[in-house]
T-cell receptor, first 114, second 114 residues
Framework: DGGITQSPKYLFRKEGQNVTLSCEQN?????MYWYRQDPGQGLRLIYYSQIVNDFQKGDIAEGYSVSREKKESFPLTVTSAQKNPTAFYLC?????????????FGPGTRLTVL | GESVGLHLPTLSVQEGDNSIINCAYSNSASDYFIWYKQESGKGPQFIID?????DKRQGQRVTVLLNKTVKHLSLQIAATQPGDSAVYFCAEKRAENTGNQFYFGTGTSLTVIP
């Protein structure tokens, strides 16, 4: 069963804590992306990675960190420096160099700061 | 029914009617567009895409129209069904964007009345 998985589905964090959101894909896609979704706003890019061991900041990278040690995994850490972390987080992936530029999304993780 | 995503974020249609959802994009250099469907609490689902060298593309019950002159994109859903109720948003990719970054609309909420 191929696709993108994100875990956990719901996550609660106390202020001052770091939390890590998991994103795994078995589509053999090279590129992976993290977006944040807030009510009434379009998706905003946090970080993206086009190849293993390389990643780039998106439009709202402050307070977040990522790693890309394996092709299939792109975890996102929400640090205590992120002042307003409550949001719906979406991971996406895409095959580089393919005839399509389509990004496919995972089911999302809803993070709530208590 | 017809809507413009940013100015009329909700659209209600009778089951069996056709739906038209509109999106105004911002950059004349955008060369690739996607329509996504997002149900509550879930990740976005790819519906249909179109490249800037095309004006129209059809899928199963859906058609995307692209008017580059006025930078306008529309999604037409034929014979709308209750399962079509969701938020629909467009995404544009700019030609110079080597990171395959997309810019996303805020979405239109479609409600199908049985």
């Amino acid at each position: 069963d191929g696709g993108i998985t994100q875990s956990p589905k719901y996550l609660f964090r106390k202020e001052g804590q770091n939390v890590t959101l998991s994103c795994e894909q078995n589509l053999n896609h090279d590129a992976m992306y993290w977006y944040r979704q807030d009510p009434g706003q379009g998706l905003r890019l946090i970080y993206y990675s086009q190849i293993v061991n390389d990643f780039q900041k998106g439009d709202i990278a402050e307070g977040y960190s990522v790693s890309r040690e394996k092709k299939e995994s792109f975890p996102l850490t929400v640090t205590s420096a992120q002042k307003n972390p409550t949001a719906f987080y979406l991971c996406a992936s895409k095959q580089q160099g393919a005839s399509t530029d389509t990004q496919y999304f995972g089911p999302g993780t809803r993070l709530t700061v208590l | 029914g017809e809507s413009v995503g940013l100015h009329l974020p909700t659209l209600s249609v009778q089951e069996g009617d056709n739906s038209i959802i509109n999106c105004a994009y911002s950059n004349s250099a955008s060369d690739y567009f996607i329509w996504y469907k997002q149900e509550s609490g879930k990740g976005p689902q790819f519906i249909i895409d179109i490249r800037s060298n095309m004006d129209k593309r059809q899928g199963q019950r859906v058609t995307v129209l692209l008017n580059k002159t006025v930078k306008h994109l529309s999604l037409q859903i034929a014979a709308t069904q209750p399962g079509d109720s969701a938020v629909y948003f467009c995404a544009e990719k700019r030609a110079e964007n080597t990171g395959n970054q997309f810019y996303f609309g805020t979405g239109t909420s479609l409600t199908v009345i049985p």
